[in-house]
């Protein structure tokens, strides 16, 4: 069975089907963009998964495999450039695509309300779903570029078309933003089509150039097995006087860094959470960041896994930076969605302390710091919208003693909070501790400095102040109808509909903090595979 | 919580000799150098069954108590659910085999903490000690975190049993590995020192007195402030001489410190508070002088007489609870002892079971606490008499602790109990429910419990099986045992002679030079508050407006270069405009747009890129948004530029890679 085919596709029959259909007439793309997505989750945890999990129980490295010659074309002298319509997932892959099928549902249930030409917004929404799900499986570098590329495109109409006040404004940057960082993609995709070859095509008379990934990761004792003799990224070219492989990695990792985002290029993410609407900024913090990271590990680590080694420190210090930034500013906001945003930033940068570790724990504590984040950022925005959608205001000042008038709310915020400030017992603090765990064992073997990771802690408690403080006004003291007497009326607490978001989140949140080996189990040996193969291939080419 | 009792009792008798020790895996990965494998798992030896019968029993009995206490309070499911997750989280650090989940449920602790202290949330002074205590435990728990991640990365196990046998082999290692392993023990003074309340994370205890009062009792007094005394007792392998002697300074420090502020308070609730500081400040002398089974001791006597001052303190604010107009600061009236006297005649045998505890406090040989105390301070000397240089200062302190614990004790005894009367509540039978367990905890107060003869703890059934535990037993004569001792037993009946000639006549205005110095413990708070709270949130601020202006003034420069004008007007108005009328329809508009700018795209090129970056940069220097130029009005535009020029310096990029 094709199941990673049949998880991509399936939105965009969905997508057809609702072209065709009548302008009015809400409930049918509602249920079915809900009925496509649970199918998604369904067929992910049915079928794909317990196959993933019998072919990785007998070996490999890639699982779920599609591969197919999708465009070839010639070169004339040059060669022939054969790019592949190639589909697997490792345990990276996988991890996120079972979040992305979690996520996916709920964010439909979230846009349930949703007011005006609900047939353009489902349809946008369906691509979106295809998109992120192709990104995380395609193994063919031009596959991923595509799919990473026309995600920007319904992202940017969900926000310009259904956002807030600044939605122009917003939804602009966040495409400017990326489409910086996807341009940098594109010139190191053409770089590496003309600097490897396939094996099992290539033959004495004729190149043929591939995108195919695991060709390029392809390395042995500190050789590049495929590649093109003094091409661009061969090993010791150079590109404005400086080592080609080098700074290709460092030109993706900014393009990532951006998507994740990273200090100093984040600022498109506040603007666009603020105006986005819930299940929006649900999709952008759920599944959307992760792209950033995910591409960090395959695209970065992995076809540069030398850059990686070299750039260990830059890598620390920006997780670091972001850490401490993104906290030191939440505390500062005045809006519950920017606080939640920046928040958003500061996990992020455990995520690149944890990759920069270059530690089996650390980098697979980061994999799943992006599984977590994910359920809890979504319900985190989910408890954000609950508030917006009574009363059109999110200013923390003008909330007080909600726990009184809104109590099962303030169990759910309660919830979301703690979890994300990393209180054990909750998904998030398996993560951050594997995280830390692998940080200060390389800092002890000589990788990382050790202020590094424990300045990296300092996060954890300014991750308390802030959630603490906005909980504290909001929730305790007593309700104060001053001037804003129909409040009152309009705080009521959580209705079915939100319920069914909050419940599950809430308790795989809680399930994932007390099991974690429920989820790490499946894809720890396939990611910490991975993780030790990177690293060593690393060390060799760049010894070499 | 009586039948977990019970079980406790039961399980005490049955596993007191032989540790049990059973194990699961939590978290197992099997690639990288060192494969990690994160157990979790219960361990009893006879520490742990101890604290367990007396995490249980003190427990049942505040329960029993909370029953008449917390009558009527609105939310009381809530209560009950607290103070159970309370018991289940403490519980959990008294059992857990390895240090992971000693921090895990560490956590835990402090989030029930959190929403007892927080319980009445509706008032503002509550719900700010609540994020107060979190926080301040928070910065101990990171410690502790970093502490046991360094410990790890040395020993690749957080279980207690191996954790031994490495420190076991601990001379075979290098040098740097040494190192790394004392700060490891380092670090987790820090949690201890959050959690049992040291300096210089001490401020909250005393604002956690906001909780209701059995919370304060049971959590603030005789059971969660202990973990940090225990998690050092336990893991005391781990601790290097360096670290045992920033102990010893900071429990000092600690003791003088909140010994004399609780001799300047006001509040019935805060002296028994700061009390609590300055007792947890011996027991932490007591772990760094390395006499772990007597620190040990002291927690259990603490415990319970603590405990019990608590109960009366309770009861004292549950009867008063009617309101007094004449509140002379931002005391609350039911709390204040100046409105407080001769409550000896109203409630004859509340002052009779308040008896014990309070002379167990202050020290007096037949109590409990004389024998603990007693214990640490000839410890002391005895430590002091084998160092050089300035060591006696530790020795002095404690006996002038004991001489102040005697004196403020022996001050809310006057205060409360004596005096002249003042007419606060009324005369009337207390509940069986409140009496009983104050009544118990009081007969725990007696040194009988503990130890036949009164004036040696050392024979003490408690501590002697500690000590097995610790094998640091062994008699204790320090030089001039005899006039140490006469000391630790005199300067307690000093201070409360000398409480008793202060305030026989009640409460009087008259205090003492530095009252306001010590009341206010030192103005640590104020220096927290006004100084270190505020940098954090003034570089919070300064951060964010560097955001907002700096960081973000990146994209505004280039998109004022790449565009001409900047972003924030209204750039896709007409699209928006179009969202009702469907998508489908506003693609459409979308490429109508397109089509003539792509037509003008190349005389655009020269004059938005070049003139944009001379005016761009002309306009950076005149002042934000102050533009007038109009010509270039639609957004779309922007990013096409963009792409357009992006595409450019691709192709160019691609011809050079080919031809180079």
Known sequence: MPHLSILIWLPLVALLVMAFGPRKGKELYRWSALVVSLLQLIWVLVAALPQYLTEQAEGGKYFLQEKFNWIGFSLGDLGRVQIDYFLAVDGLGMSLILLTTIIMPIAVISSWKLGHNVKGYFMLFMLLDLCMIGVFCALDFFLFYLFYEFMLLPMFFLIGLWGGPRREYASLKFFIYTLVGSVFMLLIMIGLLFSFTDPELNTDELRVYTLNMTHMMASSGGELLNVVDGSIFDLGSTLLGVNARLLAFVVLFVGFAIKLPMIPVHTWLPDAHVEAPTPISVLLAGILLKVGGYGMLRICFGIFPDGAIHFQWYVGLMGVISIIYGAMVAMAQKDLKRLVAYSSISHMGFHMLGISSLTVVGMTGAVYQLFTHGIISAMLFLVVGVIYDRVHDRTIENFRGLWNLMPRFAFFTLIGFFASLGMPGFAAFVSELLVFMGAFQSAIEGGLPLWMPAVGTLGIILGAVYYLRTFRQMFFGKFDPHNTSSWKEKLTDLNLREYVMLLPLAALIVLLGVWPSLILDLFEGSMGAYAAELVEKGRELLNH | ?660
């Open chain 2, 1 to 660: 919580m009586v039948l977990a009792f019970g079980m406790a009792i039961l399980q005490c008798l049955w596993g007191w000799e032989s540790p049990i020790h059973k194990q699961f895996t939590w978290l197992e990965f099997s690639h990288g150098e060192f494969p990690l494998k994160l157990t979790g798992g219960i361990y009893l030896d006879k520490l742990s069954l101890a604290l367990l019968a007396l995490v249980t029993g003190i427990s049942s009995l505040v329960l029993l108590f909370s029953q008449v206490y917390m009558d009527g309070e609105r939310h009381l499911d809530r209560y009950w659910a607290y103070l159970s997750f309370f018991v289940f989280s403490m519980l959990g650090i008294v059992l857990s085999d390895n240090l992971l989940f000693v921090f895990i449920f560490w956590e835990l602790v402090g989030l029930s903490s959190y929403l007892l202290i927080g319980f009445w949330f509706e008032k503002e002074a509550a719900s700010k000690a609540s994020q107060k205590a979190f926080v301040l435990n928070r910065i101990g728990d990171v410690l502790f975190l970093s502490g046991m991640l360094i410990i790890h990365s040395q020993c690749h196990t957080l279980d207690i049993e191996e954790l031994i046998t490495f420190a076991g082999n601990a001379e075979s290692l290098s040098e740097s590995s040494q190192d790394l392993l004392s700060l490891g023990g380092l670090l987790l003074i820090g949690g201890a020192i959050g959690k049992s309340a040291q300096f210089p994370l001490q401020v909250w205890l005393p604002d956690a007195m906001e909780g209701p009062t059995p919370v304060s009792s049971l959590i603030h007094a005789a059971t969660m402030v202990a973990a940090g005394v225990y998690l050092l007792a336990r893991y005391h392998f781990l601790l290097g001489l360096e670290a045992q002697m920033v102990i010893l300074v900071i429990g000092a420090l600690t003791s003088i410190m909140a010994a004399l502020a609780a001799a300047a308070q006001w509040d019935i609730k805060k002296v028994l508070a700061y009390s609590t500081l300055s007792q947890l400040g011996y027991m932490m002398i007591g772990l760094g002088l390395g006499a772990w089974s007597m620190a040990l001791f002291h927690l259990f006597t603490h415990a319970f007489f603590k405990c019990a001052l608590f109960l009366v303190a309770g009861v004292i604010i549950h009867e008063n609870h009617t309101g007094h107009p004449d509140s002379k600061q931002d005391i609350p009236p039911e709390n204040d002892m100046r409105l407080m006297g001769n409550l000896r005649r109203k409630f004859p045998w509340l002052f009779r079971l308040y008896l014990p505890p309070m002379l167990a406090l202050a020290g007096l040989p037949l109590f409990s606490g004389f024998l603990s105390k007693d214990g640490i301070i000839l410890a002391s000397f005895e430590w002091a008499s084998n160092m050089k240089g300035n060591a006696w200062l530790i020795p002095t302190t404690a006996l002038i602790t004991s001489y102040l614990t005697a004196f403020y004790i022996g001050r809310q005894a006057m205060l409360v109990f004596g005096g002249p009367d003042r007419d606060m509540a009324e005369k009337h039978p207390l509940s069986w429910k409140m009496l009983l367990p104050i009544g118990i905890l009081s007969i725990f107060s007696l040194s009988f419990i503990f130890s036949i003869n009164p004036l040696d703890g050392e024979h003490s059934w408690l501590l002697e099986s500690f000590s097995t535990l610790f094998g640091d037993a062994g008699h204790r004569e320090p030089p001039f045992f005899e006039l140490i001792l006469a000391a630790s037993i005199l300067l307690p009946f000093l201070g409360l002679g000398r409480a008793y000639f202060l305030y026989r006549n009640g409460f009087s205005e008259r205090s003492f030079p530095g009252f306001n110095l010590l009341s206010t413990h030192f103005f640590q708070d104020w220096v927290y508050e006004n100084i270190f709270a505020k940098i954090i949130l003034f570089l919070s601020n300064l951060l964010d407006w560097l955001d907002r202006n700096i960081v973000e003034g990146f994209f505004t420069l280039f998109s004022r270069i790449t565009v001409n004008k900047s972003p924030e007007t209204d750039s896709l108005g007409e699209l928006s405009e179009l969202s009702d009328k469907g998508i489908d329809q506003g693609l459409d508009k979308l490429g109508h747009l397109l089509g003539p700018s792509l037509a003008t795209l190349s005389s655009r090129i020269d004059h938005s890129f070049i003139d944009g970056l001379v005016n761009g940069l002309v306009g950076l220097f005149r002042g934000a948004g102050k533009r007038t130029d109009q010509s270039q009005k639609n957004g779309i535009q922007a990013y096409l530029t963009g792409i357009v020029l992006s595409l450019l310096f691709m192709l160019g990029f691609i011809f050079w890679i080919i031809f180079k």
